[in-house]
């Protein structure tokens, strides 16, 4: 406890691993881009990372996608600009416990707002993972995944081969192996 009875912020739990894939600088997604491979994907996981739209768009755009031989969409991340408004909606889309479609759906905000997004996959007990998703630091979906798992020569990228790049700059990328 520090000051007028606060409790100090528990640091994340990361087992002292370092990411494998660290980007600080901005990057702009282009179609089809491999960004990385990942030797070996393991069950337990997190994709962390910032974003700010710079363009207008009124579809959905590519984000990322991570595609191995026996591992899709996982995840899938996909973005829609309300023309309008310049309200955005993302959309993630894993392989969570037997559905290779499970999809999340959530508005982020307006285009000239930087977010912060953690897509993560926990070890819980059992053969199960916690697979959830934060936005801004506030939780927006979890659920129980009982068949994660590991695959081998993933790769990781920008955008994917059904949808545009969305037109975001994306910086402080980071996916952990657990």
């Known amino acids: 406890y520090i000051g007028h009875n606060k409790p100090l912020g ?11 894939i ?32 710079y363009d207008r768009f009124d579809r959905w755009g590519g984000l990322f996608d991570f ?3 026996s591992i899709d969409k996982n995840p ?3 973005l829609f600009q309300t023309p309008e408004t310049g309200q955005t909606r993302m959309r993630i889309i894993s392989s969570v416990s037997g559905n290779s479609l499970h999809a999340v759906e959530f508005t982020i905000g307006n285009m000239n707002e930087t977010n912060s997004v953690k897509i993560q996959q926990r070890y819980i007990s059992n053969g199960q993972y ?12 979890s659920t129980l995944n009982t068949m994660a798992k590991q695959d081998y020569n993933v790769k990781m990228y920008f955008s994917d081969g059904l949808h545009k790049p969305a037109q975001i700059d994306v910086w402080n ?5 657990f």
């Open 22 to 53: 660290y980007h600080k600088e901005v990057i702009r997604p282009m179609k089809g881009q491999i960004f990385q491979t990942i030797d070996v994907l393991s069950p337990e996981w997190s994709l962390e990372f910032q974003f700010r739209a």
């Open 130 to 141: 916690l697979y959830s998703v934060f936005l801004n630091g506030k939780e927006k979906h």
């Open 10 to 20: 528990i640091p994340p739990n990361d087992h002292g691993i370092q990411p494998q």
């Open 76 to 78: 899938r991340v996909l």
């Open 67 to 69: 595609k191995g031989p």
């Open 173 to 177: 990328l980071k996916h952990t192996n």
